[in-house]
């Protein structure tokens, strides 16, 4: 290849195609005729011509100008691609392309797409959370149990995970019911208990100290650290 076939080569540029438009477009109701078009037009407008005619288009392209012309119009109408008047710097009003619409579409679907997976994954991690408390209890739970479930996760915003924890620490004291459990996940909220990691940190120094207290039941008050309050969860 020569050096002027090389340029000509590097001249005709690039053009940047998001992954999610080529991952999603079937489900964004575009076509592969209408997505190469719209390829094309990003094409010409980074090329520096943001109206091109169906002619120059469908020159590359299989279709012919009238199918072009037709794609053109379908994309319009679907509000992929909208014309705007614009101006030169000497009052000249001409008419460009834009693809803002595609792109806010594209970002609308993007995030909808993030937002359902979401949904899917805490709808699984409920699912989880119930069977998790059924096989702990070893029974069904009761409606006022699954109600107060439903109640930590809606009106406390407790995240399953930190829920499973209080479960779990409940196991551990042998204090296996709801009313012990909920005093935790009260406890850790007041004390900014979000993650598994601050949970059985927390829950470790609870038993530690008490623990000591056992050790030492003739003492009179030990000196409260200030750093983390213990509490006897059901006696508070």
Request: charge should be neutral.
């Amino acid at each position: 290849m020569s050096k002027t076939s090389m340029l000509k080569w590097l001249q005709e540029g690039n053009i940047t195609i998001p992954g999610v438009l080529l991952s999603n477009y079937k489900e964004m109701n575009l076509n592969e005729h209408e997505l190469v078009l719209i390829l094309h037009v990003i094409s010409f407008i980074e090329k520096g011509n943001a109206f091109p005619t169906p002619v120059q288009l469908s020159s590359s392209m299989t279709i012919s100008v009238s199918e072009c012309t037709a794609i053109l119009r379908r994309l319009i109408q679907k509000g992929y691609i909208e014309i705007k008047d614009s101006y030169s710097t000497d009052g000249i009003r001409y008419e460009q392309y834009h693809l803002e619409p595609l792109w806010e579409k594209l970002i609308d679907y993007f995030l909808l797409k993030e937002k359902q997976e979401a949904a899917r994954v805490n709808g699984q991690s409920e699912t989880d959370l119930y069977t998790c408390f059924e096989q702990e209890f070893g029974r069904p739970l009761s409606p006022f149990e699954c109600e107060t479930l439903a109640l930590w996760m809606d009106d406390d915003h407790h995240d399953p995970h930190i829920i499973k924890a209080a479960l779990r620490e409940s196991v551990i004291s042998g204090k296996l019911n709801f009313r012990y459990i909920d005093r935790i996940l009260f406890e850790w909220k007041k004390n900014g208990i979000k993650t598994i990691e601050q949970a059985k940190s927390y829950g470790k120094k609870f038993r530690q100290n008490q623990q000591q207290q056992r050790l030492k039941p003739n003492e009179s008050q030990v000196q409260q650290t200030k750093s983390i309050p213990f509490y006897n969860w059901l006696e508070q």
